[in-house]
């Protein structure tokens, strides 16, 4: 539970102001080796032993740039709607921290390579309409990661820092947006669809929990009507998309909470703490830190020709947006099926698979949806984590819509596999039902329902013809749901209308 020692501010208050957010993403790249170096990049491992000279910068030890960063960037880059520099240059960002062996990091400053792109996201305009609102991204830069300081988790009581420089040099992708965001909300929207694109890339595991996206945040208020931004203050240490949106809406209260009580808004780097639900100051940025770029003397320009880039991007895949639009106007599906069957590319290309052989893809569409969702969450598992493969949803969608297994037998057979954990075609095989075809038998049915409810009767040859659903629904109950629905269906009406034809 996150709480939070914040004064509580009235409607009136907080209507007077105008949040204003942008965001800095670090996206671990998911190459084979670290930016510089050939060391492995990988998470975890014994602390300091995936390391050589040049990451832990000795002297002598020569830079050699990752042709795979390179590639991954440009198609990150294209994906958020990046125009490519195709000369781009890396440079030095000169700091002294115990994280950082070389004394500077390996990134780029003037002349990234990407700029001036944007991703749409779900917003609401003044009125409380529902509307896209376009993100502009400033620019997607490649550098080198910082190793990591570990303050706590040892077992002596002398409180100690520790480094761990595994993860230096490891290929980072900067995301840069432009001060668009105006609510917690929006950026909450922001972080989920560019990990979303990301993700669909391939081009990082995007894993918040291992520091494969790391978010920071700058937000200042201003009021309403102001053409001024505030002071910002930088917001750090956010490890969940969940608690961004927490510490936004603490930050931006505190902020409104110094300005009405008249006081002054720092320019400073702020901590976020999950436990205590507020932020605290870490260092005041009063004074720009003057990081002395230069041009790295030991890397060439980067020149990433029109031709380099057409090989990338034959990599990109359809894209979320463009394959949920697609996937609705082909599968006659809703937006929200839409979202559910594209929440990962691996899901949304099993599913299009499955749905291309199977009888009929509508009623695959509506068995994810309809059955398969609601018992997954309620058992709190991911789709990929379904006891039932989409190739058991084919083949219970097929026997559905052949009218070999009605609703209701469906309904069973996929509550025992998820009972019993176990694939569809194998319950089925064990279980098969036993469905009533004989004509004979199910008009023997039909007519005891018939007989025993003369007012449904006496509706249906009125007129009422949607009385039937209710004698092919006794009807259903009395062969404990092994009738034909399909030769149940057609034989109720024939015989309903046959009574009607009599009278």
Request: proline share 5%; glycine share 6%; with cysteine.
């Amino acid at each position: 539970m996150i709480m939070s020692t914040m004064t509580a501010l009235t409607p009136e208050v907080l209507a007077k102001y105008q949040p204003v957010i942008g965001l800095e993403v670090h996206v671990q790249l998911l190459t084979e080796s670290k930016a510089f170096c050939g060391c492995v990049n990988r998470y975890g491992g014994e602390p300091n032993t995936h390391v050589c000279p040049t990451c832990l910068g000795l002297p002598g030890a020569l830079p050699v740039l990752n042709r795979r960063a390179v590639e991954l960037g440009v198609l990150a880059s294209k994906a958020i709607h990046c125009e490519i520099r195709e000369t781009s240059i890396f440079s030095r960002k000169n700091y002294f921290y115990p994280d950082s062996p070389k004394g500077y990091q390996i990134s780029q400053f003037d002349r990234p390579i990407a700029e001036n792109g944007w991703i749409d996201v779900p917003a609401f305009d003044a009125t409380g309409a529902a509307i896209t609102k376009r993100i502009g991204i400033t620019r997607l830069h490649l550098e080198e990661d910082a190793g990591k300081s570990i303050h706590d988790g040892f077992a002596d009581s002398v409180s100690r820092t520790y480094i761990d420089l595994n993860r230096c040099g490891t290929p980072l992708a900067e995301i840069v947006s432009e001060p668009d965001l105006r609510t917690p909300d929006e950026a909450f929207e922001y972080l989920t669809r560019l990990k979303e694109i990301l993700l669909y890339c391939g081009v990082s595991d995007c894993n918040m929990e291992e520091g494969s996206l790391r978010c920071d945040a700058n937000v200042s208020v201003m009021l309403k009507g102001a053409k001024q931004y505030g002071t910002k203050a930088e917001v750090k240490n956010v490890n969940s998309f969940r608690y961004i949106r927490a510490a936004l809406e603490y930050e931006i209260e505190r902020q409104i909470e110094v300005l009405e009580g008249g006081g002054r808004v720092v320019q400073e780097s702020r901590l976020w703490n999950n436990a205590e639900g507020r932020t605290y100051s870490m260092r005041s940025k009063e004074q720009a830190h003057d990081y002395r770029y230069f041009p790295e003397p030991d890397l060439p320009p980067l020149v990433v020709g029109e031709a380099w880039q057409r090989e990338i991007l034959k990599a990109l895949p359809e894209l979320p947006e463009a394959r949920r639009a697609r996937m609705i106007a082909e599968y006659e599906i809703t937006p929200q099926d839409a979202m559910t069957l594209t929440a990962t590319r691996a899901f949304a290309d099993s599913f299009e698979e499955a749905a291309n052989a199977a009888k009929s893809p509508k009623r695959v569409v509506s068995l994810i949806t309809s059955e398969l969702t609601g018992r997954l969450k309620a058992a709190g598992l991911e789709l990929e984590q379904s006891p039932v493969t989409l190739k058991g949803i084919v083949q219970a969608a097929d026997l559905a819509e052949s009218g070999e297994l009605s609703s209701k037998m469906l309904k069973q057979l996929l509550d025992t596999c998820f009972t019993e954990g176990k694939d569809f075609a194998e319950v089925y095989e064990r279980e098969k039902p036993q469905q009533i075809s004989d004509a004979g038998a199910i008009e023997a049915m039909i007519d005891e329902v018939i007989a025993a409810n003369p007012k449904q009767v006496a509706q249906y040859v009125g007129g009422k013809k949607t009385v039937a659903a209710f004698f092919v629904g006794n009807v259903m109950r009395l062969s404990k749901g092994q009738a034909n629905p399909a030769l149940l269906n057609e034989l109720v009406t024939r015989k309903l209308d046959a009574l009607g034809s009599a009278e």
